[in-house]
C-alpha cells in the first residue's frame, strides 16, 4: 500500500464485497482513501470500477462488509443521507438534469447549502455563466460534465467520486476538465477518486494508483510506479 | 340444466373474450381499457345486422367482427402512434363516448336495451348446439393464439416485447405490429360479441361499461397474462364461482358492485402477491411482470 | 345570433365550473409529472374524499369545518397509501408500465364499488340543499357558490404556484420529476418527495370534490367516468410535466363545454371531451405546450 498512515482514514472500506442482485461484482475488497489524496481507479470494464463507487454511496442493496465515512458506517439503500456526510458523487451518465435550465440546476444542487455558494460557483466557472439559462441537456458533452462537476460542488462534499468525467469529451475538453480536477485537489484539498479509461490522462493528475481486476484490488500504489511501469498494461 | 348450459356458453363466450384480451395485454404489453366496447361493438352491429338485413346470422357475426376490429385500427393508429401510454387514454375515451352514445340513441334501443334479436340457432336443443358451437369457438381462438405466437409474427412480437428499438433497427415496424394485434383481438372480441346477442337475444349498455372492464382484467390477470390457457381459465373461474353468490339472493344493487368490489380485489391481491397468474410459473418470468426490462 | 348577456353568462358559468376542473386537472397533472405515474387511482381517491365528507358531515353530523379538515386528512392519508404501498411496491419492485396502468385503474374500479356497495348508486349531496344565493351583476347570475368555488381555486392555484416556484420543496420536486436518481446524490429522499407531491394532489381532488358536491349531486362512479376524464384530456393537452398548463386547459374545456350549449343539446355535451381525446392524439400529439415563460420569475436577476 501506499504508505503506512497513523490518521483515520476518511474512507474505510472493509471486505467490501457487492454486486447486483445475487451476483457479486466487487469481491472482499478492503482499502483506505486519505483526506487530501487524489486516487485514480482504473480497470476493464466490468472489473467493479463503478460497482464500487454505487458501494460507496449506499445504492446497491447487495452488500456484505462495511463501508465507513469519517468514522460513520454508509447504510445501504439511504443514498440522501449518506450524501449529506460529506460524499460528492458524479456519474458517468445522467448526472445533470436536462430539462431545467443550468441556474436551476445548481440551484437544486445548493438545496441543502447555503444560497451563495451559487454566485460564487457560477463565477469560478465562467463556461456557465454564460449559458446559465439554457437548459442542460442542450449545453455540450463537456459543459454538461463541467456542469455536473459543478453542482457537486455546491455540496461542499468532503470527498469527491468522478465516473470518467473526460469519457466522450474533445481531447481540448478532456484537458480542461481533469485541470478543473487537479485544482480541486490543490487548492481547495478536496479529497478525489478519479475512475478513468484515459490512464495516461489520469496519471498525470493523481497520486495513487488503484487497479481492479475482476472485482478485486490488484494494485495500489503511488501512481509513479505505474507510470514508471515497462508495460503498463500487465497490470491490468 | 337449461340454467348450467346457458352458464357455460357465458363461460365458454368469455374464454374467447379473455384470450382475445391476452393477445393485447399479456402478449401486447398494451392496456386498452376498451375491450368490452369491442364486444359491444360486435354485439349490437350484428344484432341490428340481423334485424334490418336478411342475411345469414353467422354472415352477419362475422360483419360485425370485422366492424370491431376497423374500429380498433382507427382508435388504436392514432394513439400507438405517439406511445403505449396513450391507448389507455384514447381507448377510455372511446369506451365511455360510445357508451354514451348507444344509450342515448334510438336505433341500439337506449338505455333500455335492445331486444328481439334473432337467435343464432332456431331449434328445440337451441342451448346444447350453441354450447357446443361457443366450446368449439372458444377452443379455436386459444389455438389460434397459440398458433400465433409460435410463428413468425409471433416471434416478432416476442422480439418486439424484449427490445423494441433493436427490433425497430432491425427495420420492423412496431408500430404496425401493435396495432394489428389490437385489430385482430378486437375482431375476436367483436365475434364473442356477436355470438352473445344471438344467444341471448337482449343486450343493454350498462353490460359493457367500467364493470365489464374489471372483469375480464380479472379474469386475464387471475389466469396469467401472457400464458396460453391462463386467461380461459381465469374466464371459466370468473364466471362460474360468482354464481355461488346468487344463490344468497341479494338485490341487484347489492350484487354488483359486491362483484365489482370482488373481482378488483382479486386484481390487486394477484398483483402484489402473484403476478404471474394462477398458471403462470412461480419464477414471476409470465403474467404481468413478463414485460419487466 | 345570441345576445351578449347570454354569452356572457355562458362565460361566467364557464369560468365558475372551471374551478374544480382545474383542481382536478393540477391534481393529475403534477403526480404524473412527479411520481411519473399515470395516476388513474385518482378516481379512487376523489371518492374516498366526497365520500368521508359526505359521512362526517350527513351521518356523523360533524360542524362543516372540522368535517372539512377530517376528510382532507382522511384523502391526504389515503393518497400516501396508494403511494407507499401501491406505486412503491410496484416501483421498488421494478414493474413494467403496463402493471401500473392496471393497478391505477383497478384501485379506482374499486373504490367506485367499494362505494356504491356502502352508500348505493343513488346520487349524493354532500348538504341536504345546495341552493346558493344568487347574485345580478349587469344581468349576469352569479352565485355565491360561483364566486367561493373560484376564490378558494385560485388562492389554492397561487399557492402552489407559490410551493412550486420559490420554496425547496417545489424545487425538490423538479428535480425528482427530472432525474430521480439523481435528485438522491443531492440529498433529495425521492420517496418523500414522491409523499409530498400525492399528497398535494389529493389535497386539490378533496377541495374539488368538495365544490362540485356543493352544487350537484354525485353518483359513485361520477369520478371515474366523468371528472377523470377531464382531468386527463387537460393534462395531454397542455403537455405532460406542464402542471399549470394543465389548470389552464381545465379553463379552456370547461369553457369550451359552457359554450357548446349554444349548438350542441347538452346531452351530446360530454362527446365533446371524448372527441377531443383524439383530436388531440392525432394532431398535438405533445399538447398544445402552454407555456409559462411570462409568468415565470426571474431567477439570475443581479447575478
New interface residues.
Partial sequence: MVEIENRNPLLNVENLSAGYSDHNIIRNISLDIFQGEIVGVFGHNGSGKSTFFKSV?GLLKNKRGIIRFNDQEIMSGN???N??LGIG?V?QN???????SV??CL???S??KEQFL??QI?SDFPILKDK??QKAGSLSGGEQQILALA?TL??DPKILLLDEPTAGLSPNMAKTVMELIENLNKNFNKTIIIIEQNVFSALAVVERAIIFRHGKVVFDHHSSKLKKAKNLWDYF | MEYFISLFILASINVILATSFNLI?GYG???S?AQPIFFAIGAYCSALIAIYFDIPIFLSIIFASLIAGVFAFG?SL??L??S???L???T???Q??TL??IN?IEITGAAGGLSNIPPLISHPYRSLLTLLIVVCFAVLSIWMVRKIMRSAYGRAITALRNDEIAFSSLGRNPIRIKVLIVALSAAMAGFAGGIYSHYYLYITPEQFG??A??TL?TMV?IGGAGTVLGPAFGAIIITTLPEIITFLNLPV??M???Q??IF??L??IF??VK?SGLIGSTRGLDG??I??? | MFSSDILLQLGWTGLATSSFYMLFATAFALVLKVNQV?N?GQAGLMVIGYFSCYIFLQILDFFPLWAILFSILVTVFAGCCLEKYGFG??RE???????F???S???A??F???A??IF??TPKTLYPSLNSKINLFYGIVITNWDLFALISSIIIMSVLYFIMKKT?LG??M??VS??P??????????EYIYLYSISISSFLLFWGMYLFGTKAAIFP?TP??QLL?FA??AT?IAGI?NVFGAALAAVFLSLLQAFSILLIPS??Q??I???L??FI??FF?KGFVINLEVFKIK??KG?
Fill in positions: 454511496i443514498i440522501s443521507d450524501i449529506k458523487i456519474p445522467n448526472n445533470i438534469f436536462p430539462n431545467l441556474y436551476e440551484q437544486i444542487a438545496l441543502k451559487i454566485e457560477i446559465q439559462n453542482m455546491q455540496l | 395485454l404489453g398494451l392496456l381499457v382508435v392514432p394513439s402512434r405517439v403505449g401510454d396513450y389507455v387514454v384514447s377510455l375515451g372511446f365511455l363516448g354514451h352514445i342515448n367500467i364493470f372492464t374489471a382484467l390477470v344493487s347489492i354488483a358492485p359486491l365489482g368490489v378488483t380485489g386484481v390487486l398483483i402484489f403476478p404481468l411482470e414485460w419487466k426490462k | 399515470w388513474f411496491v410496484l419492485r421494478k414493474s413494467p408500465p403496463l402493471t396502468f392496471i393497478f385503474i383497478v384501485i374500479q374499486f367506485v364499488f367499494l356504491e356497495l348505493g348508486t425547496k424545487y425538490s423538479t428535480a427530472d432525474n436518481e439523481l435528485a438522491e446524490m443531492y440529498g433529495i429522499k425521492k362512479s371515474l367516468l376524464v386527463v384530456i395531454i410535466g346531452k351530446w360530454i362527446l371531451a371524448y372527441g381525446i383524439f392524439i392525432l400529439p431567477k439570475n447575478s
